[in-house]
């Protein structure tokens, strides 16, 4: 797998550099803002590239803007975008894209388990949504909302939808069948009232529904 890094803190930016080399992942660039990363990506793809929210000039959505645009113009290239705080209209932003998406509190950088998976489900065409992010819409509902329809048995399975988690993960999770998880699956995305498109794609758009349904409270 290779990877570019975008992020203007030096110390942060080495050593998740270093990390990733050590574990046998190809460090493409490592680079401060995000004009520099996009010629990085335009001259060398990598397949994914990782992301601060914030970098210069104004460290407000530098790396967010980024992410989107690396999407729309290199559809190849995933993006995982790291953000201190949990913020979750940033998640629905970048979500929009469609798939090959991620987006992770920095915290879990410190643990190379967790980044090291969530890099390579979105180089396979996945979505990841940080767990902290998850936890904190669980719950959350607005009336009219389509997620209303939903049970708290299927709200949980798109939790782990949410996640990026696979069928067979989230079978694991709840001590279910395969089919009994794809039940439940295309339960939720009849109650959403979801277009028939690709099935990745209606599960992206399942989980965009649920960050904002919640993200509105």
């Known amino acids: 797998m290779r990877v570019a890094i975008a992020d203007d803190a030096v110390l942060f930016r080495d050593g998740v550099a270093r990390l990733l080399s050590d574990l046998g992942i ?13 010629a990085c990506i335009a001259a060398d793809p990598p397949d994914v590239a990782l992301i601060d929210v914030r970098m210069p000039p104004t460290h407000t959505t530098e790396g967010l803007e980024a992410a989107v645009a690396i999407r729309q113009q290199h559809p190849d290239v995933g993006v995982l975008v790291l953000s201190q705080y949990v913020e979750t209209e940033h998640v629905a932003d970048l979500l929009q894209c469609g798939g090959r998406a991620g987006y992770l509190l920095k915290e879990r950088v410190a643990a190379a388990d967790e980044l090291v998976d969530a890099l390579r489900r979105i180089a396979s065409g996945g979505t990841v949504v940080d767990p902290e992010v998850i936890s904190l819409l669980v719950g959350r509902r607005r009336v009219q ?5 939903l ?5 949980e399975v ?9 069928n067979r993960a989230i079978a694991e999770a ?3 069948t395969d089919k009994t998880v794809e039940t439940h699956i295309g339960r939720i995305l009849a109650k959403l009232d979801l277009p028939a498109v ?4 209606r599960r992206v758009l399942a989980v965009l529904t649920y960050l904002r ?3 509105r409270m």
């Open 145 to 149: 909302d389509p997620v209303e329809r």
């Open 151 to 155: 049970t708290e048995r299927e709200r």
């Open 198 to 201: 690709a099935d990745d794609n």
């Open 158 to 166: 798109l939790a782990l939808v949410a996640q990026g988690r696979s």
């Open 213 to 215: 349904s919640a993200s």
């Open 174 to 176: 709840f001590r279910l």
């Open 26 to 38: 190809e460090v493409t660039c490592s680079v401060a803002d995000a004009t520099t990363l996009a």
